[in-house]
Every structure is written in C-alpha cells, then in structure tokens.
C-alpha cells in the first residue's frame, strides 16, 4: 500500500482526560485498528467536524463543561 506524504503537524494539542475517558479512547483505538492515541483523537474530531447538524459552542461554555462522555453542555443539542 502506498504511504501519502508526510503531513506536517508543527502544533501540539494537549487535553486532560479521566479514566473513564482514557477507556473509551482506547476502546475506539483498538476497535478501529488505530496505531496511536493522537490517530485516534483526529478520527474523532474529522468525524465529529463532519457530523451532519454540528453545532457551534455556545458563547461562555467552560472548557470543563466538555467531555468525550456524558452530558452535553448547556446551549448544544
């Protein structure tokens, strides 16, 4: 199979996560068949940028209000 070019990636992103956030990363990891934790965070965000009706955030939503699990913050659908 052919490797597409490397594609610079000169910014880094660095997020917090609990354990059972970290459980749920893994298991889309393995489940996907993904080489690496970062690979599997930008699946994730290309499929949640794609997802049809995404919302923008509401303006003064916390960081905090935002998890990979569990509620969605006040103001989003």
């Known amino acids: 199979m052919a490797r597409s070019p490397q594609r610079l990636r000169a910014e880094r992103l660095q997020i917090m996560l609990d354990g059972e956030e970290l459980l749920a990363l893994d298991d889309f990891r393995f489940k996907q068949r993904m080489p690496s934790r970062a690979a599997a965070v930008r699946e994730l965000l290309k499929r949640g940028l794609a997802a ?10 916390k ?8 509620k969605t913050p006040a103001g989003r659908q």
């Open 52 to 61: 049809e009706g995404f919302l923008s955030a509401t303006a003064g939503t």
């Open 63 to 70: 960081s905090s209000e935002y998890g990979v699990i569990g």
